[in-house]
């Protein structure tokens, strides 16, 4: 439906006209784009009721899925994850109309072929340092499904790990999990820890562990894992 | 003219230091005292020979299996050995204080090589408090306790000692086989002197409960004297839950013959104290049975409760099978089994007969009356043994609720330390935690570690967004 410039025409008898009040080339450009940002909002509004649950009224895991392959990517692909992140999705498995919409304006998508060639974009601008250790804890936490849940049990932790560390610091995560599997101190990973890990792999040389220091404040399965490494390599 | 011997002399091989301190040689030693003075590291020589052998001998008898298996001969031969190092110092060493320093230094380091050694202090008093203190008189009574806290002292897990302490102090009031109350008081009055009031709060709990146990059974008489007449005398202690040490609940049908007057005591213990529960603690309680064997013969059976749901059943069998017993006692089966045998299988002691005689006691076994027991006395306990050190699963049980109970020991005291100074460090915390709790146990760094980790869970503190050593309180 037409927004009618006030100062178009003093037509008279138009029943829909708005405030006839002066209005500027700013005015007009405004009303133009934002015309266009209305059609951009309803495709976008369309494309998640094409994916979402017709009772919920949420896109659910069945409909990432089907998302997933209509782009071409692996539901268990990072970048999903990364996807989520820039929609600020809370509840793993599920977008909802306002998470779409947060995430798809933002990368100015309103198709999945668009949504689809934004994600290397994506994935650059996740990589970023600036952004990614949002990113490395908002991967943990939307991995906490129950309510009062804080930590997430090491089979999941490792999967995890791999997909958000695996590209970045490959040797780093190997030991890591390898050494997770096999000791019995810990079943779960708080975010504290998790947080820890990441601060590891940033500042401490590896596969040497030269400069770690197990007097600073390390988490202690951090202690644990440098102590099992250095009985390793001797 | 001394310093270039003073080595020599020393270490001579029959006559050195160590000969004479073994030999108790206090003129030789009180000479040599005096000549190394006169040297400018003399002394300090004679100190460092004395502390590695103390510290070696010490070592050795605390790592010896031997010596360990009979804790109050252990512990006796540890006072022992204080007691020679003290007269040294005081008769040749004319008690120099830095003697007396290193003396102690080299005490506190080998008693805590073995983690028994609270338990085994605590059954020395035990002993000593059950009997080994018998026409003692009171002056040597203090002498011994105050020995004996200067071993406590020593000790860097003291909160193991107070575990022990309460369970053979508990055993020792409820059987009643404390030779001296003010002896008991005593100590304890010691153990508050030395560690505070929280320390023996429940302690002095557990003989306030004797004591108004002792009016409530006076009060029950006075009121249910004229029911009783032929039927059992009860006799009943009613332990406040928290002071005592925690009893696993167990299951145990009593008696009949004893019913009735249990309830009477339930009813009036519940009339005069609204809004308390009462459970029978049937594996802490005795009773004495009057028996009368084949040719006639009385005897008074002190015995465990267990053992007198056992044994009452044989008033109306002659024979029973273990199962048939279990059925009706319902006291579990490990229990049962160490009832009945201590019932049927000890010289002396076997009220009963077992079928067939072997020595352990099986799922098939039948029991009888043994009417050809006999004994010279006319009293017989039969019941459980005093305090006993600790079998290796029973210890290792202890170990792990020792170590549940520091948890939140530790954690208060870094709550109250990161409160108190906002932000600190990881290395000062722990060493804040370590001097609040040392008068109670020495913590594990990476005990203290993992709670910290807990409350940053639990969000009552976050580490430091900038300097990653720090931690902050959370409001």
Redesign the interface.
């Known amino acids: 439906m037409m927004r009618r410039s006030a100062c178009a025409s003093k037509k008279t008898g138009q029943p829909n006209s708005t405030n006839p009040i002066s209005c500027s080339p700013s005015d007009l450009f405004r009303t133009a784009s934002s015309k266009a940002s209305s059609k951009e909002m309803e495709r976008i509004d369309n494309l998640f009721y094409s994916f979402a649950n017709r009772s919920s009224g949420m896109i659910d895991p069945e409909g990432i899925e089907s998302l997933c392959s209509d782009m071409e990517v692996d539901h268990t692909d990072v970048r999903i994850l990364m996807l989520a992140w820039k929609m600020k999705a809370e509840k793993q498995g599920y977008f909802n109309l306002e998470e779409w919409r947060r995430g798809l304006k933002a990368l100015r998508v309103d198709t999945v072929s668009k949504l689809r060639k934004a994600l290397p974009e994506l994935e650059k601008e996740v990589r970023r340092p600036s952004n990614f250790v949002d990113f490395y804890s908002y991967s943990f936490c939307y991995c906490l499904t129950e309510e009062k849940q ?2 997430i049990d090491i089979e999941s932790i490792c999967q995890l790990l791999d997909l958000v560390l695996g590209s970045q610091f490959r040797a780093q995560v190997d030991y890591f999990i390898e050494y997770l599997k096999i000791q019995s101190d810990y079943k779960v990973i ?4 998790w947080m820890g890990f990441f ?1 590891f792999c940033n500042e401490i040389s590896f596969p040497d562990l030269s400069n770690y220091d197990p ?3 390390w ?2 399965v951090l ?1 644990n894992f440098v102590e099992w490494m250095q009985a390793k390599q001797s | 003219m001394i310093e270039s011997h003073m080595h020599r002399l020393v270490q001579m091989e029959n006559s050195g230091l160590i000969n004479m301190i073994v030999d108790e040689k206090y003129e030789d030693l009180g000479r040599m005292y005096y000549l190394f003075r006169r040297v400018s590291n003399g002394l300090v020589l004679i100190r460092d020979v004395m502390t590695s052998y103390i510290r070696d001998t010490g070592k050795q008898l605390l790592t010896d299996p031997e010596r360990l298996k009979d804790p109050v001969d252990f512990v006796q031969h540890l006072l022992d050995l204080k007691d020679k190092y003290d007269k040294i110092i005081t008769s040749a060493f004319r008690n120099d204080k830095t003697f007396q320093n290193a003396l102690n230094s080299s005490f506190e380091y080998f008693i805590n090589l073995n983690s028994r050694s609270p338990e085994f202090i605590s059954l020395f008093v035990d002993d000593k408090l059950r009997k080994g203190l018998r026409g003692v008189t009171e002056e040597d009574v203090e002498l011994l306790l105050d020995k004996v806290m200067m071993l406590f002292r020593y000790l860097q897990e003291k909160d193991v000692f107070e575990k022990y302490y309460k369970q053979h102090l508990a055993k020792r009031l409820l059987s009643g086989k404390s030779v001296s109350d003010d002896a008991e008081r005593s100590l304890i009055v010691k153990l508050k002197t030395e560690c505070g009031y929280q320390f023996t709060s429940k302690l002095e709990g557990m003989f306030t409960d004797m004591k108004t146990s002792q009016d409530t059974m006076q009060g029950f008489h006075a009121s249910h004297g004229s029911d009783i007449g032929d039927g059992p005398m009860l006799s009943v202690q009613v332990l406040t839950t928290g002071s005592w040490p925690t009893q696993p609940i167990t299951t145990c049908k009593l008696p009949a013959e004893i019913l009735g007057i249990c309830e009477k005591f339930r009813n009036y213990y519940l009339g005069t104290h609204t809004g308390r529960r009462l459970s029978w603690q049937t594996n802490m309680g005795t009773a004495d049975l009057k028996a009368t064997f084949g040719k006639g013969q009385k005897h008074e059976l002190n015995v465990s409760t267990y053992q007198m749901c056992v044994l009452m059943l044989f008033n109306d069998a002659d024979r029973l099978s273990y199962k048939e017993i279990e059925q009706v006692t319902e006291i579990p089966t490990f229990d049962l089994k160490r009832c009945l045998q201590s019932l049927a299988c000890v010289k002396g002691k076997n009220v009963l007969r077992k079928e067939p005689m072997s020595k352990d006691i099986v799922d098939t076994d039948t029991f009888l009356f043994n009417d050809k027991y006999t004994s010279k006395f006319f009293k017989v306990k039969i019941g459980t043994v005093a305090a006993q050190r600790e079998s290796e699963p029973e210890n290792q049980e202890t170990r792990q609720r020792v170590e549940e109970d520091r948890k939140p020991q530790i954690e208060a005291a870094i709550v109250r330390i990161m409160k108190a100074r906002r932000v600190l460090d990881h290395n000062n915390i722990v060493a804040e935690v370590t001097k609040q709790l040392q008068s109670r146990f020495l913590p594990n760094p990476v005990v203290i570690k993992k709670r910290i980790e807990s409350l940053i869970e639990r969000e009552f503190l976050e580490r430091d967004k900038g300097d990653r050593k720090l931690y902050r309180y959370l409001a």
């Open positions: 804080k930590s708080n975010l504290d820890q601060r007097d600073l404040a988490p202690l202690d």
